[in-house]
Structures are given as structure tokens and as C-alpha cells.
Nanobody, 125 residues
Framework: QVHVVESGGGSVQAGRSLRLSCVVS????????LGWVRQAPGKEREGVAA???????TYADSVKGRFTIFSDNANNTPYLKMNSLKPEDTAMYYC???????????????????WGQGTQVTVAS
């Protein structure tokens, strides 16, 4: 059984940094994609960043240059380092996994089939 568990959210002032962590366990797929998706109140879910099993990454335009996604050697722990946070980054952040993922490119938000419970990030101005 696959489990996805996030941690690391919190409340910070604009301009500060946070690091989100996620553990994806219970699978043995060699081809997969792990991502971070956020949802602010009243807005649709937005894919923030993703990393595939080859180490390729992608970012939403709104976070390029500020956020970095990386994983550990086991490739089942996608971290999201968020620098220069802005009030508009305030949202619930979800870790998501597409298991397996064998197509070219990265999943749309609705294509992830495993989700964590979410961790809140609040950025004050």
C-alpha cells in the first residue's frame, strides 16, 4: 500500500524560506514522477514542481528561480526548498505521486494517483 506523508509547512514573513519534505513509501516502481501541487482558497490546484525517476525537473512559471525540488538517493523523498516566499505562495501544499509514470513529460495535477494530506504554508506580507 502506497503512503504519501508531507511535513515542513508553517507561517513565515515574505522573503523568508521554508523546506517541505515528503516520504513516498510502499511502492517498487522504477518509473514514476513525484510532485508538489498547491491550492489556495477559492483557486484551482496548481502544479508547483515535479521530479521524475530520471531526475528531470519542471517548475511552474510562478516559482521558477525561487523554488527547487530535489530528492534523496532513494528517490522516494521529494523535497521542496522555497526561497523568497511571497504572500501569493500562501496555500495548502500537497505532495503527489504518479505511480507508475512511463510517458514523456510531466503529469497534470489530475494525473497524480497518490496524494498526501497536505501541509499549510502561510506567507505574511
Amino acid at each position: 500500500q502506497v503512503h504519501v506523508v508531507e511535513s515542513g509547512g508553517g507561517s513565515v514573513q515574505a522573503g523568508r524560506s521554508l523546506r517541505l519534505s515528503c516520504v513516498v513509501s510502499g511502492h517498487q516502481y522504477s518509473a514514476y514522477c513525484l510532485g508538489w501541487v498547491r491550492q489556495a482558497p477559492g483557486k484551482e490546484r496548481e502544479g508547483v514542481a515535479a521530479i521524475d525517476s530520471d531526475g528531470m525537473t519542471t517548475y511552474a512559471d510562478s516559482v521558477k528561480g525561487r523554488f527547487t525540488i530535489f530528492s534523496d538517493n532513494a528517490n522516494n523523498t521529494p523535497y521542496l526548498k522555497m526561497n523568497s516566499l511571497k504572500p501569493e505562495d500562501t496555500a495548502m501544499y500537497y505532495c503527489a505521486a504518479a505511480l507508475p509514470w512511463v510517458v514523456r513529460g510531466f503529469p497534470k495535477s489530475y494525473e497524480y494517483n497518490y496524494w498526501g494530506q497536505g501541509t499549510q504554508v502561510t506567507v505574511a506580507s
